[in-house]
C-alpha cells in the first residue's frame, strides 16, 4: 500500500510557474507507475502527465505539453511537476496517483490509478 501527499499549489499569476511534489511512503516506490491529475470544478478528473517506474518514459496531455515537465526521485520516494508558462485555464486541484506496474506501461485514466493523494489546489489568475 502507498500513501501519497501532495504539496506546492498555491496562487499565481499567469505566465507564472509552480513546483508540485508528490511524497510517498512505503518501500517500492520504484516499481509504481506515477501520475498527475487535475479536476476543475463541474469537470471530470484529467491527465496532466504520467511517468513510468524508472523516469523513462513519460506522456504529456496535449494542453501542457512544452510548458510542464514530471519526474521522479526513487531513492526519496518523490513525484514532481514543474508548470511553467502558467495559464488561468490551469486552475484545478491537482492530484498524484500510483499505481503498481512491474512493466513499462504507464496508464492515462483515473480510473487505472489504485492510490491517491488529498489534492493540491493550483489557481493562476489572469
Known amino acids: 500500500q502507498v500513501q501519497l501527499v501532495e504539496s506546492g499549489g498555491g496562487l499565481v499569476q499567469a505566465g507564472g510557474s509552480l513546483s508540485l511534489s508528490c511524497a510517498a511512503s512505503g518501500r517500492t516506490f520504484r516499481r509504481y507507475a506515477m501520475g498527475w491529475f487535475r479536476q476543475a470544478p463541474g469537470k471530470e478528473r484529467e491527465c496532466v502527465a504520467t511517468?513510468?517506474?524508472?523516469?523513462?518514459?513519460?506522456y504529456y496531455a496535449d494542453s501542457v505539453k512544452g510548458r510542464f515537465t514530471i519526474s521522479r526521485d526513487n531513492a526519496k520516494n518523490t513525484a514532481h511537476l514543474q508548470m511553467n508558462s502558467l495559464k488561468p485555464e490551469d486552475t484545478a486541484v491537482y492530484y498524484c496517483?500510483?499505481?503498481?506496474?512491474?512493466?513499462?506501461?504507464?496508464?492515462?485514466?483515473?480510473?487505472?490509478?489504485?492510490?491517491w493523494g488529498q489534492g493540491t489546489q493550483v489557481t493562476v489568475s489572469s
Open positions: 511517468i513510468n517506474w524508472s523516469g523513462g518514459r513519460t
Open positions: 496517483g500510483a499505481d503498481y506496474r512491474d512493466s513499462d506501461y504507464v496508464p492515462r485514466f483515473a480510473a487505472q490509478y489504485k492510490y
